[in-house]
């Protein structure tokens, strides 16, 4: 592994941490107190970044992406990461498990998606379903040569402008040796389809401005070719292209708590109290030190995690240890930053508050911390025999 980067590899970082200072740090204010995101501020970001060729840049170039490999792709993550993920969302990075659409779904789906053309949102959380996915109860039923769906989504982000919704739904139960266990099958989503309706979810302490949303499906039809993958296949579909997305949430840490750790490194070296600037004390030394430590190692986590995937190694185990070490780590900085700032850190002037928040969240989605270690413990005891 080589552990410089490359000359278009720091183009690509130079350029997304430039449009994120100039495009995004100066309307976080306004969205953070609004708890909305302008439609034509959404607009704004969604068109420059078409014409930077980054819209969907986790796409292959033969239906349109930029393209980027894996770490490449880390790269651009770890910066939009720096700023508000109300805005960045609009940055555009459709789901690729859209790359599984076949037939008529490739021109319906999957290349709007790509052309900012359509936005699409992904469904998997119930109320009574989080990281059991298997548990789920929304299902799908067959009837007079039609899908039948039934339940109910929350917590799903990106849901309230999404013109169409890639859902994980139960399809029927095996027997197993250790109980019922369900078969799931992805479906593509229309808004507008009779029977559907997405409605605003619950307010969060995290992410102001980037909603969650509740899903409503009651006798919602849809035809086979709304299905994504195969029938029974929603794990396969899964496992194959949502493999990879723990590394997201790890790369936005890493550039947040950079973003963060800046910020008190600044003040550190400006404060002063008792004749000397703070950072000088001890105390506060010490914990930049730590700060910078961790963030290094996390970055380093993840680009590696990213790496093995482009050379085609397993890296179950070093995806999980990113997302888990990378995630935890955010929430050490930014509680770290907010003491060096002392009081003035809890106020709203500034953004640290606000990156404390932010942080909170990112130990849950995607798989929560206790689902990492999990993963990471399975991968280790499996070639034992355990």
């Known amino acids: 592994m080589n552990f410089g980067l490359s000359e278009e590899q720091s183009m690509i970082v130079d350029t997304v941490r ?67 993920m109300a805005l960045t969302h609009y940055f555009g990075r459709p789901q690729n498990i859209l790359m599984a659409c076949q037939g008529d779904q490739v021109e319906r ?39 039948v769906l039934d339940g109910s989504k929350h917590f799903i982000s990106g849901a309230e402008h999404a013109d169409f919704v890639i859902v994980f739904v139960a399809t029927g139960e095996d027997d197993t040796p250790r109980g019922p266990k369900k078969r799931i099958t992805t479906f593509l989503v229309d808004r507008g389809t009779p029977g559907f309706e997405i409605r605003p979810g619950y307010h969060s302490v995290s992410h102001h401005g980037y909603p969650n949303s509740v899903l409503e499906f009651n006798d919602c039809r849809l035809s086979d070719e709304q299905v994504l993958g195969d029938v029974d296949g929603g794990f396969e579909v899964m496992n194959e292209w949502l493999y990879a997305t723990r590394i997201t949430v790890a790369a936005m840490s890493v550039g947040r708590a950079r973003r963060c750790f800046d910020l008190g490194l600044a003040y550190a070296a400006e404060r002063k109290q008792f004749g000397q600037t703070i950072g000088r004390f001890q105390g506060v030394g010490f914990q930049l030190a730590d700060m910078v430590t961790e963030i290094d ?50 106020m709203d002037d500034l953004p640290i508050e606000r990156f404390w928040r932010d942080a909170r969240v990112e130990r849950i989605w995607d798989g929560t911390s206790e689902i990492q270690r999990h993963i990471i413990s399975r991968e280790l005891l499996r070639p034992l025999g355990s």
């Open 297 to 346: 190692a996390a970055d380093w986590l993840t680009l590696a995690a990213a790496w093995r995937l482009d050379q085609g190694l397993p890296a179950s185990r070093e995806i999980a240890s990113a997302k888990l070490y990378a995630s935890e780590m955010l929430g050490r900085v930014t509680d770290a930053t907010l003491q060096v700032f002392g009081g003035a850190g809890l």
């Open 109 to 147: 789906y999957l290349l709007p998606a790509v052309r900012g053309e359509k936005m699409d949102a992904l469904a998997m959380t119930e109320p009574g379903a989080g990281s059991d996915v298997r548990s789920m109860s929304c299902s799908a039923r067959r009837q007079g040569g039609d899908w």
């Open 18 to 84: 430039s449009f994120v200072e100039q495009e995004i740090y100066p309307y976080e204010a306004e969205v953070e107190k609004a708890n909305r995101v302008p439609p034509e501020l959404a607009e704004s970001i969604r068109s420059k970044t078409l014409e930077l060729g980054f819209y969907a840049c986790n796409f292959p170039e033969s239906v349109g992406g930029a393209g980027l490999s894996h770490l490449d792709f880390a790269l651009v993550e770890r910066e939009l990461g720096r700023g508000s």
